[in-house]
């Protein structure tokens, strides 16, 4: 009696914080207005109830029962019913909306037609970055990340400073990084955490205001302490010659 559009089982991947469409489509000549459509979410033990649309009703608008998880995170395109189109946005996505949607149609006849999205939200989180007193060392830390991260210490020529790994490790599904570079210079440097699974870049500035190295500091003011020798001994000599000047004219 209906048919469906594209493959029902399919996978999103989004990173944490993002909005999401998942998408549930009948062949665009069909208008479903005044048809019931449920997304549901799995539970370990229950089905979440993430979004109802029955004839114009939907919750928070005439229909209750919404689970508190997508209170006022979830909408439907009231505009794309009559194309057939019942996707739904989650806005804002959490860590625990990762796991298993169904668009359910309970009243199509002769069987109920069902749609299934994997969903996965990663965590990226920004990176944490600081220097270390009296090393010139810059160090960065990946407190957590879903998707496996590539970390680096770039310069701001985007160039590649070599970098040691003091942590580089997997606890509870998460990444966690610690990489240590050595500034060779003053500049504001990026920590980048790139994540290729879901092709994420992120990345925290710090900028090295100092020479790095105390050895170049004390040669610095070693020079300038030489130069103002150099200037008040000048400065001296020409005192002396004035003097010698208008004692003469005296
Ligand atoms: C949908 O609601 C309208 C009133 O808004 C009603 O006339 C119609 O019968 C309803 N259709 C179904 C399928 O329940
Ligand atoms: C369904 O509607 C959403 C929201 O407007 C849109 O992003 C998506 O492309 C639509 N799907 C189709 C097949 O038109
Ligand atoms: C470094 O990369 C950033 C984007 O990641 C870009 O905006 C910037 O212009 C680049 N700087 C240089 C010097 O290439």
Not at 26 to 44: A, L, P
Not at 156 to 167: A, E, G, I, Q
Not at 229 to 234: A, G, L, N, R, S
């Amino acid at each position: 009696m209906y048919c469906f559009s594209g493959s029902p089982d399919t996978n999103i991947t989004v990173q944490e914080d993002d909005d999401v469409i998942l998408p549930c489509l009948f062949v665009s000549s069909v208008n479903i207005e005044s048809m019931k459509f449920d997304w549901k979410k799995k539970g370990t033990l229950l089905q979440k109830e993430v979004f109802l649309y029955d004839n114009g009703s939907y919750y928070n608008n005439g229909l209750h029962g919404q689970d508190e998880q997508f209170k006022g995170r979830v909408s439907h395109f009231s505009k794309e019913l009559r194309n057939g189109n019942a996707s739904i946005r989650i806005n804002k996505t959490r860590l625990e909306d990762s796991g298993l949607y169904t668009c359910i149609f309970p009243d199509l006849q002769p069987e109920r037609k069902i749609f299934r999205i994997e969903l996965v939200v990663g965590a990226s989180p920004k990176p944490y970055v600081t220097i270390l007193k009296n090393k010139g060392q810059l160090q960065c830390e990946v407190p957590g990340a879903y998707f496996e991260p590539t970390v680096q210490w770039w310069d701001s020529d985007n160039k590649t400073l070599p970098s040691k790994t003091l942590k580089d490790q997997k606890e509870n599904g998460l990444f966690y990084v610690i990489i240590q570079s050595t500034s060779p210079k003053p500049d504001c440097y990026r920590c980048v955490t790139t994540q290729m699974d879901i092709w994420h870049r992120i990345s925290s500035e710090i900028c090295v205001h100092e020479e790095p190295n105390t050895g170049w500091t004390f040669v610095a003011g070693v020079a300038v302490g030489v130069a103002g020798v150099v200037v008040v001994v000048v400065l001296v000599r020409c005192y002396i010659k004035k003097k010698e000047v208008s004692l003469i004219y005296l």
